[in-house]
C-alpha cells in the first residue's frame, strides 16, 4: 500500500472527521467554517457549534443541508441525522477536503426560510424550464407525430437543458450526464399540489401527481422507471424517493428516506457490475414500495430485487467483470479479514481470473468497500450478520476452484481438492461429508430475498 493510500485508509478510521460548513445566509459572514466531529455528531449538535463558530445568534433556527450538486441534490437534516454518516457515502476524493467547487458540501442556512414568492416561483419556472415558443414540452401536442419530429423535439429540448418531456402522463427523461440545478428544495415547493402539466415537465411532478392521488383516491399508486442501461433510472429513482419523503413529512422527522438511500451502496455492491458500456451497471431489477400512514407520513419502505444475472457469476465478456462486491472484498479487506475469510488474490480464483486480473482503481475499490461497511451499518446489518455474509461470498469464490473427475470404475464423481473442500466447510460452517452429498446431488430450490424498513 502506497502512502498515501496508507494516509487516506488511517483517516477514515479516525475518531473524528472534518466538515466543512458554508454559511447559505441574507447577511454577510465568514465564507465557511471547518469542525472536527465524532461519526456519532447530531446535525443539531452540528448547527449549534457552527453558529458559535461563525458568530451568529444561537436564539434563532437554523438548517444544516446536504448538498450533491454533481446530482442536483440537496437534503435539510432533520435534528437526530448524523452529517458524518452522510460524508461517508461521499465520493472518497471528496470527504478529506469537501470545497464548494468539488460539488460535494454542506450548508447552513435559517431554518424558517421565507418561501418564495409567487412571481419569484414564476421566474425559477423560466429561468430553468419553460420551454421557448418553438418547444413542445408534450410530444402528443406536436402536429405531426413521426420519429423524426419526436427526435427533433426531444433533442431542442436538450440543447437548452431542458431534460424532461411530457408524453401525456408519461415522461421522458435525457440523461445529461451533467450537474442541473433543478432538483434542491425550491422546486419540490415548486411542484407541490399542482395539476400534471400545469408547470414545465419533471420528476418532481410526477411524484406529486403519485402523492396526491394515493391520498385523495385511498389508492396504491405504481411508477415504472425503464431505460437502457446508463440512462439514469437510479437517479430518477433517488430524485422520486427525495421528493416523496419531502411531501410526507412536514413537521415530522422520517428516517426512512436515509435508510432507503443508504441502501443504494449495499444494492450496488451485490447487484451491480462493470460491463462494456457501463462501469456501474445494475443486474437486477427492483421493485420499491413506499409505505404511508392516512395523513400521507411515510411510515416504511420494501425494496425487492428480481431478475438477477446469476449466470456473471461464472460466466462473462473478458470485458467486463464479476459483481463489485468480490473485488471490494478481495481489494479492501483488512489483514484480519483477509485471514479469517481465507481470500486470496483475484486471478487465483476461477470466477474472476477469466477477467483481467490487473485491477487500476484499486484505491478506489478500496474505498468503495469501506463505504459498503458503512451502508451495510445505516441499514441494520449487525457485524456478525456481515462477517456471515463475508464469509458465503467467499465460499462462493472457492466454489468456482472446485473440480470433478469420473471415478476409476466408472461409477460415479470425486470431488476435489481437498484443501478447497476443506477450506469451504470452514467458511461454511459444515462438516465435510454433507458437504461432498450436496455436492454431488442434484435440486432445485426457489428463493426470494427482500429488505425491509420501517
Known amino acids: 500500500m502506497s502512502f498515501l493510500e496508507s494516509r487516506k485508509s488511517a483517516y477514515l478510521d479516525e475518531a473524528t472527521y472534518a466538515l466543512q460548513i458554508y454559511p447559505r445566509l441574507s447577511f454577510k459572514t465568514a465564507q465557511c467554517c471547518t469542525l472536527r466531529v465524532h461519526k456519532d455528531a447530531t446535525a443539531a449538535w452540528v448547527i449549534q457549534i457552527a453558529a458559535g463558530t461563525l458568530g451568529l445568534d444561537k436564539s434563532k433556527p437554523y438548517q444544516l443541508v446536504e448538498v450533491r450538486e454533481t446530482g442536483g441534490e440537496e437534503w435539510v437534516l432533520q435534528a437526530n441525522d448524523r452529517?458524518?454518516?452522510?460524508?461517508?457515502?461521499?465520493?472518497?476524493?471528496?470527504?478529506?477536503?469537501?470545497?464548494?467547487?468539488?460539488?460535494?458540501?454542506?450548508?447552513?442556512?435559517?431554518?424558517?426560510?421565507?418561501?418564495?414568492?409567487?412571481?419569484?416561483?414564476?421566474?425559477?419556472?423560466?429561468?430553468?424550464?419553460?420551454?421557448?415558443?418553438?418547444?413542445?414540452?408534450?410530444?402528443?401536442?406536436?402536429?405531426?407525430?413521426?420519429?423524426?419530429?419526436?427526435?427533433?423535439?426531444?433533442?431542442?429540448r436538450f440543447l437548452k437543458n431542458q431534460i424532461y418531456t411530457y408524453a401525456n402522463n408519461i415522461l421522458i427523461a435525457v440523461n445529461p450526464f451533467k450537474f442541473l440545478p433543478i432538483y434542491n428544495p425550491k422546486y419540490v415547493e415548486m411542484y407541490e399540489n399542482h395539476t400534471l402539466g400545469r408547470l414545465d415537465p419533471h420528476v418532481f411532478a410526477i411524484a406529486d401527481a403519485a402523492f396526491r392521488a394515493m391520498l385523495n383516491k385511498r389508492l396504491?399508486?405504481?411508477?415504472?422507471?425503464?431505460?437502457?442501461?446508463?440512462?439514469?433510472?437510479?437517479?430518477?429513482?433517488?430524485?422520486?424517493?427525495?421528493?416523496?419523503?419531502?411531501?410526507?413529512?412536514?413537521?415530522?422527522?422520517?428516517?426512512?428516506?436515509?435508510?432507503?438511500?443508504?441502501?443504494?451502496?449495499?444494492?450496488?455492491?451485490?447487484?451491480?457490475?462493470?460491463?462494456?458500456?457501463?462501469?456501474?451497471?445494475?443486474?437486477?431489477?427492483?421493485?420499491?414500495?413506499?409505505?404511508?400512514?392516512?395523513?400521507?407520513?411515510?411510515?416504511?419502505?420494501?425494496?425487492?430485487?428480481?431478475?438477477?444475472?446469476?449466470?456473471?457469476?461464472?460466466?462473462?465478456?473478458?470485458?467486463?467483470?464479476?459483481?463489485?462486491?468480490?473485488?471490494?472484498?478481495?481489494?479492501?479487506?483488512?489483514?484480519?479479514?483477509?485471514?479469517?475469510?481465507?481470500?486470496?488474490?483475484?486471478?487465483?480464483?476461477?470466477?474472476?481470473?477469466?477477467?483481467?486480473?490487473?485491477?487500476?482503481?484499486?484505491?478506489?475499490?478500496?474505498?468503495?468497500?469501506?463505504?459498503?461497511?458503512?451502508?451495510?451499518?445505516?441499514?441494520?446489518?449487525?457485524?456478525?450478520?456481515?462477517?456471515?455474509?463475508?464469509?458465503?461470498?467467499?465460499?462462493?469464490?472457492y466454489l468456482g476452484n472446485l473440480t470433478y473427475e469420473a471415478k476409476a470404475d466408472g461409477e460415479g464423481l470425486t470431488v476435489g481438492p481437498a484443501d478447497v473442500l476443506s477450506t469451504l466447510s470452514d467458511l461454511l460452517k459444515v462438516t465435510v461429508h454433507p458437504h461432498l452429498c450436496t455436492l454431488l446431488d442434484r435440486g432445485v430450490e426457489k428463493q426470494t430475498s427482500d429488505m425491509k424498513f420501517g
Request: with cysteine.
Open 83 to 156: 452529517p458524518v454518516e452522510r460524508l461517508l457515502l461521499w465520493p472518497r476524493k471528496v470527504q478529506d477536503q469537501h470545497l464548494q467547487i468539488h460539488g460535494y458540501y454542506f450548508a447552513l442556512q435559517s431554518g424558517v426560510p421565507d418561501g418564495p414568492s409567487q412571481s419569484e416561483r414564476a421566474s425559477y419556472v423560466h429561468s430553468f424550464l419553460k420551454p421557448q415558443s418553438e418547444d413542445c414540452n408534450d410530444l402528443c401536442s406536436l402536429p405531426v407525430l413521426t420519429e423524426k419530429n419526436i427526435l427533433e423535439a426531444l433533442r431542442r
Open 220 to 397: 396504491n399508486q405504481c411508477i415504472v422507471i425503464s431505460g437502457e442501461s446508463g440512462s439514469g433510472k437510479t437517479q430518477s429513482t433517488n430524485f422520486l424517493i427525495h421528493c416523496l419523503t419531502a411531501f410526507s413529512r412536514k413537521g415530522c422527522t422520517s428516517g426512512v428516506e436515509r435508510t432507503i438511500l443508504g441502501a443504494g451502496p449495499v444494492l450496488e455492491a451485490f447487484g451491480n457490475a462493470k460491463t462494456t458500456y457501463n462501469n456501474n451497471s445494475s443486474r437486477f431489477g427492483k421493485f420499491i414500495q413506499v409505505n404511508f400512514l392516512e395523513g400521507g407520513i411515510v411510515r416504511g419502505a420494501t425494496i425487492e430485487k428480481y431478475l438477477l444475472e446469476k449466470c456473471r457469476l461464472v460466466s462473462r465478456k473478458s470485458s467486463e467483470r464479476n459483481y463489485h462486491v468480490f473485488y471490494y472484498l478481495l481489494v479492501g479487506a483488512s489483514e484480519e479479514e483477509r485471514e479469517e475469510f481465507k481470500l486470496r488474490e483475484p486471478e487465483d480464483y476461477h470466477y474472476l481470473k477469466q477477467d483481467n486480473p490487473h485491477l487500476e482503481d484499486q484505491a478506489e475499490i478500496q474505498y468503495e468497500f469501506k463505504r459498503l461497511h458503512q451502508a451495510m451499518e445505516m441499514v441494520g446489518f449487525l457485524p456478525a450478520t456481515k462477517k456471515q455474509i463475508f464469509s458465503v461470498l467467499s465460499a462462493i469464490l
